[in-house]
């Protein structure tokens, strides 16, 4: 983690984590667009988190980049799905978004500071 008012650049943050640059400044800047994070310009500048990373979870990071929440809907698009009007899947797809919209919410950016995140879920490498 950085210390307060220290900002890092998306080509040294690509290298550190063997991510795409372009890739990776895209998605940067969706996270600055979420007020995830803060970017400055100029020497010296580069992105930083804009709030405490205890208050920032894995939700917070995925749904400006992926926009997660369309799934609290009908995983076949119908209408009037509910418990009351579901479709064929709809138990089975509430049973996985559920749970994963739990571990997204759950899991803070405070918790993966300073770990491999391939250890923290159980990733193969």
């Known amino acids: 983690m950085l210390p307060p ?6 080509a040294a943050l690509a290298e550190e984590i063997g991510a795409p640059k372009n890739y990776l400044g895209k998605l940067l800047q969706q996270l600055a667009q979420a007020d995830l994070v803060r970017s400055q310009k100029g020497l010296g500048g580069g992105f930083a988190l804009a709030r405490d990373p ?10 400006p980049i992926d926009r997660v929440s369309r799934w609290m809907h009908c995983f076949l698009g119908g209408k009037e799905c509910s418990d009351q009007t579901a479709c064929v899947i709809h138990f089975h797809w ?3 978004r559920s749970t994963f919209m739990r571990f997204l919410s759950s ?4 918790d993966l ?3 491999d995140v391939r250890t923290i879920f159980h990733i193969d490498t």
């Open 94 to 96: 509430l049973t996985v």
């Open 107 to 110: 899991v803070r950016i405070s």
């Open 113 to 115: 500071i300073g770990k």
């Open 54 to 63: 205890s208050s920032i979870t894995l939700y917070d990071v995925v749904e």
């Open 5 to 10: 008012d220290t900002f890092k650049g998306a």
